[in-house]
Structure formats: C-alpha cells, structure tokens
C-alpha cells in the first residue's frame, strides 16, 4: 500500500534526486545541502510517496514572498516543485495523490496562486486538477 508523508531534512538526497532525475553531480549536493535550511524556515514543504519502506515519489510546494495583487491579497505565492514518481509506479495515481496532499495545504495555508513548469508528461495531469497554461510568462537567465 502506498502511503504519503511528509518530507523532512533527513529526505534532502532524496528529493534532490526527484529534481534531478538519472542526473549526477554537484548540483545535486547543492540542492540537497539547501534543502534542510527551506524546510526548517518553512520555505519548502514535501511530500513523498512510500511503499514498503521505499520512496518511489514526490512532490514540494516552494513558498515564494511576492507582493500582493488586485486579485490575491496574500503576499506568498506557491510553486510546485520536484513531483516524480518512478517509472515502475507511474500511472497509478501516485502523482495525483501527492498533488492532492500537496494542493489540501497549500489551501490550508489561503495561497491564492500556484504555479509550476510542466513537461509533456505531465500536462494532462496538471490540467485535471484545474492547473491552466499561460501565455504570458517569460524568462531570461542572467547566468
């Protein structure tokens, strides 16, 4: 049986290797090394699916200060972040059930916005659960 938990400090490799699936390398310590300060000043909530003692999944919601708007008073926005599953538990409604975790809290916490960055995958996913693409995002890295 697949249960969901929530992520601590202790999860940090973990999680880093959703981030970064089948990658190596510093960037992955990096992340993993940031992770237990986020979680500790509640910038970074996470999930994880566990079978058997295994995680084979998970899902975070990043808490991002913001500024209030016209239509969302609340200065504290969410991005969903690192959901994955791996591949033998895919199309079991692992994803979804993380999601579900992760969007009950973002609703306990009154976030009025969510947003996040999808590959094809995932796209149909996020659409049932209301999640609707935009056409007026933009980026530019200073990198």
């Known amino acids: 049986m697949i249960q969901i938990r929530l992520a601590g400090p202790e999860d940090a490799a973990a999680i ?10 510093g960037h992955l310590a990096v992340y993993a090394d940031w992770l237990p300060g986020a979680m ?3 910038r970074y909530l996470g999930w994880l699916a566990m079978q058997g003692g295994q995680v084979i999944g998970g899902a975070g919601l990043l808490l991002l200060h913001w500024q209030p708007s016209r239509t969302d008073p609340n200065p504290v926005r969410g991005r969903v972040v690192n959901v994955f599953v ?3 538990f895919r199309r079991q409604g692992v994803a979804r059930n993380l999601l579900q975790t992760l969007l009950a809290e973002a609703r306990n916490l009154r976030l009025g916005v969510l947003n996040l960055g ?7 996913l996020y659409n049932s659960l209301g999640f609707q693409a935009s056409e ?5 890295s200073l990198m």
């Open 16 to 25: 880093a290797s959703h981030r970064y699936p089948g990658e190596s390398g």
């Open 40 to 42: 500790s000043d509640g």
């Open 86 to 88: 791996e591949a033998e």
């Open 118 to 124: 999808s590959n094809a995958e995932g796209r149909s």
């Open 136 to 140: 007026t995002e933009m980026w530019l």
